[in-house]
């Protein structure tokens, strides 16, 4: 059985494909907060909204010691055009094999358009500096989202 996330406790590490061509691991990032937003897919509305709320508030997390890292199971090509029809300055992790969507327990059954599919339910997850999850938000909402965790991290 895998091991479940938990707050509190670390997070075990893992690799990752990322849009900046080299591979994300997230034992190279002790010493810095991680968050890691989830969502369903590039260039979609909701997910659009969300990462350019992201974008903007970037220098407020990284004055905080906080990377930003958007993860979605689109490939990195997709990542490479939602980047750069955006201008985000923030790295996309691509997990096509849903190895870490898995981990993090954020593939759920939804409806769409009267059809159950499986799919990303947009989750946001704070990683401290030793590689503890502080805290997690499952189903959140796309608007006002990156200002939430941003007052969130100010906060504690």
């Known amino acids: ?7 509190g406790k670390k997070v075990p590490t893992f690799s990752i494909p990322s849009s900046s061509g ?7 990032n002790k010493g810095k907060k991680i968050i890691l937003f989830f969502y ?3 260039n979609t509305p909701g997910c659009t909204t969300e990462s350019i709320e992201f974008n903007e508030l970037l220098p407020k997390f990284k004055k905080m010691n906080a990377e930003v ?5 689109d490939s990195l090509k997709s990542h490479d055009k939602f980047i750069c029809k955006y201008d985000f300055k923030f790295e996309l992790l691509s997990d096509e094999d849903q190895a ?4 993090f327990q954020v593939i759920k059954e939804k409806n769409m358009y009267g059809k159950k599919v499986m799919g990303i339910e947009r989750s946001t997850f704070i990683i401290d500096e030793a590689g503890v999850l502080v805290e ?7 608007e ?3 200002a939430f965790i941003l007052d969130f991290l100010k906060k504690n």
Not at 1 to 7: F, G, P, R, T
Not at 100 to 103: A, D, I, Q, T
Request: hydrophobic share 40%; charged share 35%.
């Open 136 to 142: 997690e938000f499952r189903k959140v909402k796309a």
């Open 1 to 7: 059985m895998d091991a479940k996330i938990q707050v």
């Open 40 to 42: 369903p897919k590039d």
């Open 144 to 146: 006002g989202h990156a």
């Open 69 to 73: 890292y958007g993860i979605s199971r």
């Open 100 to 103: 870490l969507c898995n981990l």
């Open 22 to 28: 080299e591979v994300f691991k997230l034992s190279e």
